[in-house]
């Protein structure tokens, strides 16, 4: 028989994606459940390069989960659905690969074959994980959101603005990751020329979120059409798998 | 023929099997069950559906199978209409039914005939093709609304639930219930391989040959399969790919029974015989020995309905063979046949045929008539499409352009599609063929309204009316709509201004809709500026407008605007409830007969008439709603289940509700989630309880204000409950709960006075639960809670503030006195309600502070019995007798009818039994009533 995929921790993996959260206090525990048991798949351990991309979900998680209950959010059940919708990508992609399904998105399959090793650069791993979740994943998950919800993607609109708040989440969660790992990166970009690597990372987010946001506009004029979908699925699958190698490629190293 | 006779041995599933016919037997307290297998092409799915039909036929199941299409543009139900048409070979009555609702109910009523008193077994195959129609009839049916003990089994490609189909919520909200299994079917393992190889191939074989089938299989049965064939067969098999094997296997058919295959891979299956035999140019004879080949050569399946491909792979692999030219001729050939083919053509078939000869001329008259035929069957997803095919059929010249135009706007529109229905807008515009300024300024007003974009919705409106083409009419109508939507964004003074306008211009000029409209929005706008008589009279002019024209729509539209304006802003909640009961009673059709009874039943549940309430809404129910009416129906009756203690009844209502907003519905999750927690916080379930609220509370919305303050009360009661049953309350949630309460203030501060008054109760009873938690026993803010309870004439809220009252006051030992007295009313009102855990709370209390409550210890006589049997002497014999008639829980009607007086009679005799007894209320004379029997 094969090795299992997640080693030891295998059946603990399978258990716990075998839930299906719906609700946004439901994804933060399913996130936290991940990263107990990420951080035991041998042999990297805490090292472990999904588990640093699962810390910053769940810490974003945690955010968004703080600013609903704060009621920061003009249409919270919209961004709570969204939420939800997006999460369950991410849980679909480790359920298909945890079962080694050929299902499992390209992009995500990038980064979850390096979870063995030998390659251990959290910075580059973290983000790769980003690229997937919103440049693939995020479309995905807005049209079906809206879809649900009866109401249209339209810039401006109360969904669209909470949908941008989203982006400050990531730019103050980002910096703060990097300055987990990259102390020594970091203090040479200090000496340089300050926030380039914050401008650089809160830049990138914000990018491709918007770029998620257009993109799932297209989505939606042709949600009904199968094989039009199935086609732009493979295409944003393509190009984030593209540039997901490209970030794990020694290209990024210069990241680390 | 030779159909599925020649199957591989089952491999693998044996428990699988077993699973799906217990979860499928295991049906639900609403007499429903679901199944469905998930699974990549050829894993088997198909294969477990059969399996299990047969296993159950026969038993106390009736099945019934149909397959969705692939086409992508089926006609509305196909699979289900299917599916009874293989039952009874006869057809469907499809013709016209009066709306969405009656075609649900047809087609219940069909498989509630085929069922009989058995289970019924509806297999579904491949419904990730499903059209919307078919997917909200499932769900109807599974919400026990068809009134139809159903088994669902369906399939369901995994790979199709990437992405964003619509299918994926839909399964994410359902796998929830107890009475739906999602079934992820894996491919086989090694050892499963290699069992399934040697029961194919017979005998021994070598380890290494199995292996090699698993390694180049993944396992997928189907492909396995195939190539123990070849091994047994022993053809050597260089290729890896499905594509190469089943190529391979192509070239070695005869000559006739490869266009054979090659014609069913360009078919919507089943193909029928005679559609085949146009199809391939061959002889009879010829044509039957070449089917005969491809049945053998196993690639085509054969049963009663006509021919159809062993397995979609195979389909798809050849698809990709046949050259465009190829293509599309084999199409136009069907398009043709199905022409050519005697009765009424499938215009969805036929389009799709067209389309793919690459014949639009053709494909548009058979589109066309498919989207209307989509409209009448009530499928505007489906006709939607269709308006999109046609528009792409027709080019920039085409003289159908303009009207294909503004059908599909309106149809994009009918489905939420408001994006799309204001750009086909703008290209109407755009044209010299097109409708007046007045007429796009209009529609593009709606649209975006409709789009909640209010502020350019907003300029349109004014913009149509200003048009040099605007008709008296069109300004009616533009006036109307614009009075309506300035009273959602609260702006009165404005609305009441244009709908003056609309009223004084529909009144010569107008429909009776514009007038309708206009004059709600005339009664609100009063209403809401605090001149409430004017309000009411504009309404109540307005039902007697839609009297005169008598329309359905008109009647149930005026009608619901009075009820509303009663029931809500105006407080005047047994007047509204009247008047909802008597428009129902009205000829206004089932979607406003089940609204109409919806707000009578909330009114009466409001003022404690619980009994009265629950056989209005079996009535309601009674006219077998759909969609968003039956959700509130449900909803309201599960309120009523909660009340009365009535667990079961209430979680099957709770979970036929949760399975119709699998669909879609927002706006009731809310209130689901209030009443889950209500039912979780009776059991003693406090962390259920809490996980509601706490969902509920990252989904509210800060305009709806009076259902953030029911839910956030029903958090801080189960925290208090909790608490008290000396369970951990959770501190974060309770902050949470608070900054909620906080919120509420706030926001209440700025609403207007309406909002105010149904708001500021629940902020009291928010309040007094905090200091409840705090184990502060304080009886006044219960006291501040019970007077704002009291002057909203609702008896339950005021009750309960009134037990906690007394609780708090018996524990401080202060004016005992008062808080029994407190206690027996609370205690009265909870029986006449029928609320039955209420009741035993308020027991318990008693007991725990030795409080004898009037009828606890029915030995012991009433404190004043005399005193009692005094006030009702002051009734007459006939007031006495109506008196008892309310009491138990009759409506005047119904009082009148058994006590042969007429209605209004019964309305004089209760203003004196209100006078005599200073009552105010129907469940305040009852409770006099109830205490002095």
């Known amino acids: ?256 | 023929m030779a159909s599925q006779g020649d199957e591989g041995p089952l491999v693998g599933r044996t428990g699988t099997l077993a699973d799906i016919q217990s979860y499928l037997r295991n049906v639900g307290p609403g007499g429903t069950a679901a199944v469905f297998v998930t699974g990549e092409s050829g894993v088997g799915k198909s294969r477990l559906l059969r399996e299990t039909a047969d296993a159950l036929r026969g038993t106390d199941f009736a099945v019934l199978s149909g397959t969705c299409l692939d086409i992508g543009d089926a006609s509305p139900l196909h699979p289900v209409l299917q599916a009874l048409r293989r039952h009874d070979g006869g057809h469907t009555d499809n013709s016209g039914p009066a709306d969405a609702g009656a075609l649900l109910d047809r087609v219940s009523h069909a498989l509630r005939t085929i069922a009989g008193n058995r289970q019924l077994l509806l297999v579904l195959d491949d419904l990730q093709w499903a059209d919307r129609s078919t997917r909200q009839l499932l769900l109807y049916l599974l919400a026990g609304l068809g009134d139809v003990r159903v088994s669902v089994l369906a399939a369901i490609r995994a790979e199709a639930l990437h992405g964003t189909h619509p299918l994926r919520r839909v399964l994410a909200e359902l796998r929830r219930l107890r009475s739906v299994r999602v079934v992820d079917l894996a491919p086989l393992t090694q050892d499963q391989t290699r069992d399934l190889v040697t029961g194919i191939v017979g005998g021994t074989v070598a380890v290494e040959d199995a292996d090699r089938v698993f390694k180049r299989s993944g396992g997928n049965p189907f492909v396995v399969e195939e190539l123990a064939r070849d091994l047994r067969d022993g053809r050597v098999e260089l290729s890896d790919t499905l594509r190469e094997i089943f190529l391979s296997r192509v070239d070695e058919l005869p000559p006739n029974a490869h266009q054979v295959v090659h014609a069913m891979a360009a078919g919507v299956e089943p193909v029928e015989h005679a559609v085949l035999a146009r199809v391939v140019p061959l002889g009879e004879d010829q044509l039957i020995e070449a089917i005969r080949a491809a049945v053998a050569h196993r690639f085509v399946a054969s049963d009663s309905d006509g021919y159809r491909l062993r397995h979609r792979l195979v389909a798809e692999v050849l698809e990709q063979e046949v050259l465009p030219a190829q293509s599309a001729a084999l199409h136009r050939r069907f398009a043709e046949s199905l022409e050519a083919v005697e009765g009424d053509p499938d215009h969805a078939r036929l389009a799709f045929h067209w389309q793919r000869a690459g014949v639009p001329e053709r494909a548009l008259p058979a589109v066309l008539a498919a989207a209307r035929a989509a409209e009448r069957l009530y499928g505007f997803a489906e006709a939607h499409r269709y308006w999109t095919i046609a528009l792409q059929l027709t080019g920039d010249d085409c003289e159908d352009r303009a009207d294909v135009l503004g059908n599909a706007a309106e149809s994009a529109h009918q489905c939420g599609e408001h994006l799309l229905a204001l750009s086909r807008v703008e290209e109407l515009a755009a044209r010299t063929d097109g409708p007046g300024r007045s007429d796009v300024h209009l529609r593009r007003a709606r649209y975006l309204a409709a789009a909640g974009r209010t502020a350019t919705a907003e300029t349109e409106y004014l913009r149509a009316l200003d048009a040099p083409d605007c008709t008296p009419r069109q300004r009616a109508s533009a006036a109307a709509y614009l009075a309506e939507l300035l009273v959602h964004l609260g702006r009165y003074a404005e609305a009441h201004q244009h709908a003056r306008d609309a009223m004084e211009l529909a009144a010569i000029n107008g429909s009776t809709p514009d007038l309708v409209r206009a004059s709600a929005a005339l009664g609100f706008s009063a209403v809401f500026r605090e001149d409430p008589a004017a309000g009411l009279s504009v309404v109540r002019q307005a039902v007697e407008i839609a009297e005169r024209s008598g329309h359905p729509d008109d009647l149930g539209v005026a009608y619901m605007h009075l009820a509303e304006l009663l029931t809500g802003p105006l407080n005047s909640i047994e007047e509204g409830v009247l008047v909802a009961r008597r428009g129902a009673d009205r000829p206004v059709g089932r979607h406003y007969r089940t609204r109409l009874l919806a707000i009578a039943a909330k009114g009466l549940f409001r003022v404690g008439q619980w009994a009265e309430a629950s056989a209005v809404l079996d009535t309601a129910m009674s006219y077998r709603p759909s969609g968003a009416d039956a959700v509130e129906l449900l909803l309201s009756r599960c309120q009523l289940w909660v009340g009365f203690g009535e667990v079961d009844n209430a979680r099957r209502d709770l979970d036929a509700v949760a399975t119709l907003l699998a669909g879609g519905g927002a706006r009731h999750v809310l209130p689901m989630l209030t009443l889950r927690a209500g039912l979780a916080m009776w059991q003693g379930e406090h962390a259920e309880a809490r996980a509601a609220v706490q969902r509920g509370l990252t989904e509210t919305r800060s305009d709806d204000l009076v259902l953030i303050g029911v839910l956030t009360w029903h958090g801080l009661r189960a925290e208090a409950e909790a608490h008290v049953a000396g369970a951990r309350v959770d501190p974060g949630a309770l902050r949470r709960l608070k900054t909620a309460t906080e919120r509420l203030v706030t926001a209440m501060g700025e609403a207007g006075p309406a909002v105010q008054a149904a708001v500021t109760g629940y902020v009291d009873l928010c309040t007094a639960e905090i200091s409840r938690i705090e184990d502060r026993h304080d009886p006044d803010p219960w006291a501040r809670a019970a007077t704002v309870w009291d002057r909203r004439q609702q008896p339950y809220p005021a009750a309960y503030s009134r037990l906690r009252q007394a609780e708090a006051s018996l524990h401080r030992k202060v004016r005992r006195a008062a808080a029994v007295t407190g206690l027996r009313q609370a205690y009265a009102t909870a029986t006449a309600m029928g609320a039955r855990p209420f009741a035993s709370e308020i027991r318990g209390v008693a007991q725990r502070f030795r409080v004898a409550l009037a009828d606890d210890e029915p030995t012991v006589p009433m404190a004043a019995p005399a005193l009692v049997t005094d006030e009702l002497a002051v009734l007459t014999v006939r007031e006495r007798e109506v008196l008892a008639a309310v009491a138990e829980g009759l409506t005047n009607r119904e009082i009148g009818e058994k006590l042969f007086i007429s209605e209004r009679t019964v309305g004089v005799h209760l203003g004196h039994i209100f006078d005599k007894l200073q009552v105010r209320t129907r469940v305040q004379a009852s409770r006099v009533y109830l205490t002095a029997a």
Request: with cysteine; proline share 7%; glycine share 6%.
């Open chain 1, 1 to 256: 028989m094969t090795q299992p995929i997640w080693g030891p921790v295998q059946q603990e993996m399978s258990d716990l994606l075998r839930r299906h959260p719906d609700d946004v206090p439901g994804v933060v525990e399913q996130l936290a459940g991940l990263q107990d048991v990420l951080c035991r798949v041998p042999p990297l351990l805490h090292g472990n390069p999904l588990a640093d991309f699962n810390k910053l979900y769940l810490t974003i998680t945690e955010n968004v989960l703080e600013r609903l209950y704060a009621g920061r959010f003009k249409d919270p059940a919209f961004l709570s659905r969204l939420d939800v919708e997006f999460a369950a990508r991410y849980f679909d992609a480790l359920r298909y690969w945890t079962e080694a399904s050929p299902s499992c998105p390209g992009v995500w399959a990038g980064l979850f074959c390096r979870v063995p090793g030998p390659d251990q650069r959290p910075l580059p791993s973290a983000v790769a994980g980003v690229n997937a979740h919103i440049n693939f994943d995020l479309p995905f998950a807005l049209v079906t959101t809206f879809d649900h919800l009866g109401t249209d993607p339209i810039d401006g609109s109360d969904q669209h603005e909470d949908y941008l708040q989203v982006n400050d989440i990531f730019a103050e969660e980002i910096p703060g990751l990097r300055r987990g790992y990259l102390d020594r990166w970091q203090l040479l970009i200090d000496t340089m020329n300050g926030d380039l690597d914050d401008w650089w990372q809160g830049e990138m987010v914000e990018y491709t979120r918007n770029v998620a946001w257009r993109n799932a506009q297209k989505i939606w004029s042709i949600r009904h059409d199968q094989l039009a979908l199935d086609k732009q699925r493979r295409r944003l699958d393509s190009t984030a798998t593209g540039l997901g190698k490209l970030l794990l490629s020694p290209f990024a190293d210069f990241l680390q």
